[in-house]
């Protein structure tokens, strides 16, 4: 261990001019950074890294000042065994930020201190927790002699691998994560041409698992870690990170990701994954895209005390004080890039329709659990309207049992009502259609008050067809015989054999929606589900599942997943520079979802397109949202603009109407739309470009 000393008076004047300053950064620094954390950053600073006395020791002083001159050193010097006097010289850094993390001479990951994060702009660039290099050794050797990553792939107490997720998938997650690292063209157009091949690994369900283990597989840090040891800061850190121009910010609080509840910091992981579906399905340039996750602590167990967590260990901050931490994330990145998008995802559900609210009606910004799946959703029930032969209108006549009132469940459930009252229904008639259960059972007036006002409107009365409050849901299917369930409980397997058997029983086309994620927390499976329902529902889950079959029929399992939307949702927003993200556009991108279906598919019981055209969906979504933005007057790029005017002047704004699911040829036109043609022509396409050398402070 170094010891560390102040620096004294005489050393300092004894040593030569370029030393001086050397050292005086770092007093500076060191003071500056010791005034911050007592003037109202309290903690921003963590205790312990050296910060308190320049990072020199007195041989390493006395290294420095008998070195005859700077100038001449070499940079690399062979650094001997301990203790080496010239163990201590510093190995000069040229750059500043990204570039030092990229440097593998320099490099040292999570094992820079505070200081050096200062020092060299890297603040925000790396998860809060610091490691020593022995920490990092004994991670090394972990995987060099056991395979630790193997192990745990095959690890039968894992829960996703003893529930079926294959160690090939994580294998080809790594291999695949190990070429974005080095070649993002490559990585992007592999991935957008085996997309529906490859969405299950850099997507749900292998993301879940590179989540529930993103510490254990930390190599190369992407995006941005805010924490709330950052507050007072933020704003100065977003300025580490390398460029002005960032279109799209995808954030978490990593409080509930995906239905594996508090994963802390290591939600990052899911800010990366739907990052990675904006550039391959939508077309966003991938050094204007930025991952981020704003770390307050957790409150899972397990991470706190697993050693190789990078998260700060400590309870989450709540309340108040959490909403100012993620105010401020807002304001810092709106500062340095004032006209980008922020996708909200997988905050908890508590917070999740706080924050929406909160910055909806002033920042470009959506939330991908409540709205995105929400959009999604209704495309599913639109196109399965279609596949029966019955007009989008007879939503308001459908009977919904929903299991789960989180902010995607109430976020579906709310939309869907909308969608009622735009075909007619009164506000009402429309909640009447839904039984919603949580985890204590059906809800009913006699726990109204338990629950939020959004969610109270759905309570039963307290004698509803004999249902007490709290009924399971085999009871209430059995007496409701709905049309569609719907799962967004991320509780697994709770649809038994006996409840999709009532909910055949009750409807000859049943919509079966499973949409919880990852596939294991899915409410039934696909194969379940074509069981017991005979064959004659129509599947939909969150995460992929292989078709099903019965009888020797192939029954489609559709994927209910907002990948559907939220690419196309902030493409279009984008495109257009919207100042807002409008329920009015929202409803536009469920429209074009369910009509890019062609009705020999839903014939045969698809009821979302095929993943390997995604940038066409993503495309039909985005022209939709900016024509929807354009009316509204949220539309501001005049280039776009012109674009959706011509458009209109074409085509008209009646893109998508009820119960028209596109065939094929009109389909054709409809792609061939200038809107259309205009958007594909925005995206990006991953190729090799020609590359030229530009000097530093040319074209800056
Ligand atoms: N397919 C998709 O595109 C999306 C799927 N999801 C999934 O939805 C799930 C829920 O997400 P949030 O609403 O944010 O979570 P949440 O934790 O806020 O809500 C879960 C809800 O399910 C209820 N619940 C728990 N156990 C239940 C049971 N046995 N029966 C009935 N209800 C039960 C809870 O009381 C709560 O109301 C997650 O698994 C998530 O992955 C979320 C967003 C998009
Ligand atoms: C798909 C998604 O956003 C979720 O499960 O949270
Ligand atoms: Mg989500």
């Given at each position: 261990m170094?010891r560390l ?5 005489a050393?300092f004047?004894?040593s030569?001019p370029a030393?001086?300053d050397?050292?005086r950064?770092?007093i ?7 005034a911050?954390s007592t003037a ?16 020199i020791?007195?041989k ?5 000042e008998a070195?005859?001159?700077l100038k ?9 065994g301990v203790?080496d ?6 190995t000069?850094?040229?750059d ?14 999570t094992?820079f201190?505070?200081?050096?994060r ?9 998860p809060?927790?610091?490691?020593t290099?022995e920490?990092?050794t004994?991670?090394?050797l ?7 990553w ?9 829960e996703?691998v003893?529930?079926?997720l294959?160690?090939?998938n994580?294998?080809?997650w790594?291999y695949?994560?190990?070429?974005q690292g080095?070649?993002e063209?490559?990585y992007?157009?592999?991935?957008m ?6 969405a299950?690994v ?5 993301v879940g698992?590179a989540c ?11 995006g941005m ?6 507050k007072?800061?933020?704003?100065s850190?977003?300025?580490?990170w ?11 609080d990593g409080s509930?990701?995906?239905g ?5 910091m ?7 994954g739907k990052?990675?579906l ?10 204007r ?11 899972n167990?397990?991470?706190?005390k ?8 400590q ?5 108040d ?6 105010d401020e994330?807002v304001?810092?990145v ?24 909160r ?5 470009l910004?959506f939330n991908?659990?409540i709205?995105g799946t ?5 495309a599913?029930?639109y196109?399965g309207?279609?596949?029966?032969g019955k007009p989008?209108s007879?939503i308001r006549?459908?009977r ?5 009132a989180g ?14 009252e ?6 009402d008639?429309a909640?009447?259609n839904?039984w919603?259960?949580?985890?204590d059972?059906?809800?009913t ?7 939020d ?5 759905f309570?039963?009365?307290a ?15 059995t007496?409701?015989r709905p049309?569609v369930l719907l ?13 999709i058997?009532a909910?055949?029983?009750g409807?000859?086309?049943?919509l079966?929606f499973?949409?919880?994620?990852p596939?294991?927390?899915?409410e039934?499976s696909?194969e379940?589900a074509?069981?017991?329902a005979?064959g004659?529902?129509?599947?939909a889950?969150g995460?992929?599942f292989e078709d099903a ?9 559709n994927q ?8 196309g ?10 100042t807002l993200?409008?329920?009015g556009m929202?409803m ?6 369910a ?8 014939a045969?019981?698809?009821i ?6 995604v940038?066409?969906i993503?495309?039909r ?12 007057g949220v539309?501001?790029r005049?280039?776009a603009?012109a674009a ?11 893109t ?24 594909l022509n925005?995206m990006?396409?991953p ?6 050398y530009v ?6």
């Amino acid at each position: 261990m170094i010891r560390l000393a102040r620096v004294s008076s005489a050393s300092f004047k004894s040593s030569r001019p370029a030393l001086v300053d050397l050292l005086r950064n770092r007093i500076v620094l060191a003071s500056r950074a010791r005034a911050l954390s007592t003037a109202g950053a309290p903690g921003s600073i963590p205790e312990g890294d050296g910060i308190d006395g320049p990072l020199i020791s007195d041989k390493g002083l006395q290294a420095i000042e008998a070195t005859s001159s700077l100038k001449n050193e070499p940079r690399w010097r062979y650094h001997r065994g301990v203790p080496d006097l010239r163990q201590e010289l510093p190995t000069y850094v040229r750059d500043l930020g990204k570039p030092v993390l990229a440097d593998p001479l320099v490099n040292k990951g999570t094992a820079f201190l505070w200081s050096e994060r200062e020092r060299f702009h890297l603040r925000g660039l790396l998860p809060a927790r610091m490691v020593t290099m022995e920490e990092q050794t004994a991670k090394v050797l972990e995987e060099y002699r056991e395979g630790a990553w193997d192990k745990a792939a095959r690890d039968p107490n894992d829960e996703m691998v003893s529930a079926g997720l294959t160690p090939d998938n994580i294998r080809k997650w790594e291999y695949l994560t190990g070429i974005q690292g080095q070649n993002e063209t490559l990585y992007y157009r592999v991935l957008m041409d085996n997309f529906a091949e490859m969405a299950s690994v850099v997507y749900t369900p292998t993301v879940g698992w590179a989540c529930l283990n993103f510490s254990r597989m930390f190599r190369v840090a992407r995006g941005m870690y805010f924490s709330s040891r950052d507050k007072g800061h933020m704003v100065s850190i977003a300025y580490n990170w390398p460029s002005h121009e960032v279109d799209a910010i995808v954030v978490t609080d990593g409080s509930r990701i995906l239905g594996l509840g508090d994963l802390g910091m290591n939600g990052m992981g899911i800010s990366i994954g739907k990052l990675d579906l904006y550039v391959a399905a939508a077309g966003f340039h991938p050094a204007r895209v930025l991952p981020c996750v704003i770390d307050v602590g957790t409150n899972n167990p397990k991470l706190r005390k697993d050693k190789s967590y990078l998260g700060l260990n400590q309870p989450r901050i709540e309340g108040d004080e959490y909403l100012q931490v993620v105010d401020e994330f807002v304001a810092a990145v709106k500062a340095r890039w004032p006209n980008v998008l922020i996708q909200f995802e997988d905050f908890r559900t508590e917070y999740a329709y706080k924050l929406l609210e909160r910055y909806r009606y002033d920042h470009l910004c959506f939330n991908d659990d409540i709205q995105g799946t929400a959009a999604t959703a209704l495309a599913g029930i639109y196109a399965g309207l279609a596949a029966i032969g019955k007009p989008y209108s007879d939503i308001r006549h459908m009977r919904f049992v929903v299991c789960g009132a989180g902010s995607a469940g109430m976020g579906v459930i709310q939309w869907l009502c909308k969608a009622m009252e735009k075909h007619g229904a009164d506000h009402d008639e429309a909640a009447r259609n839904f039984w919603i259960l949580d985890a204590d059972g059906l809800l009913t007036e006699a726990r109204v008050s338990s629950v939020d006002k959004l969610t109270q409107r759905f309570a039963r009365p307290a004698a509803d067809g004999e249902m007490a409050d709290g009924a399971g849901v085999e009871e209430v299917v059995t007496k409701v015989r709905p049309d569609v369930l719907l799962g967004l409980s991320g509780a697994g397997r709770i649809w038994s054999p006996k409840t999709i058997e009532a909910l055949a029983e009750g409807t000859e086309r049943p919509l079966i929606f499973p949409m919880s994620n990852p596939s294991h927390k899915s409410e039934c499976s696909a194969e379940d589900a074509a069981k017991y329902a005979k064959g004659r529902g129509i599947f939909a889950s969150g995460s992929p599942f292989e078709d099903a079959a019965f009888d020797g029929k192939v029954l489609p399992s559709n994927q209910s997943n907002n990948l559907y939307v939220f690419p196309g949702l902030a493409l279009g927003a984008k495109l257009c520079q919207a100042t807002l993200v409008t329920d009015g556009m929202i409803m536009a991108a469920s429209e074009a979802l369910a009509a890019c279906n062609r009705p020999e598919d839903l014939a045969k019981g698809r009821i979302y397109p095929g993943l390997s055209d995604v940038r066409s969906i993503s495309a039909r979504v985005a022209a939709a949202v900016m024509k929807q933005a354009h009316l509204e007057g949220v539309a501001t790029r005049k280039e776009a603009i012109a674009a959706i005017e011509k458009d209109l002047r074409a085509f008209g704004d009646d893109t998508e109407q009820d119960g028209d699911a596109r065939d094929s040829e009109e389909g054709e036109d409809d792609m061939k739309t200038f809107l259309y043609k205009y958007v594909l022509n925005e995206m990006y396409f991953p190729v090799y470009t020609p590359l030229a050398y530009v000097p530093r402070g040319v074209l800056e």
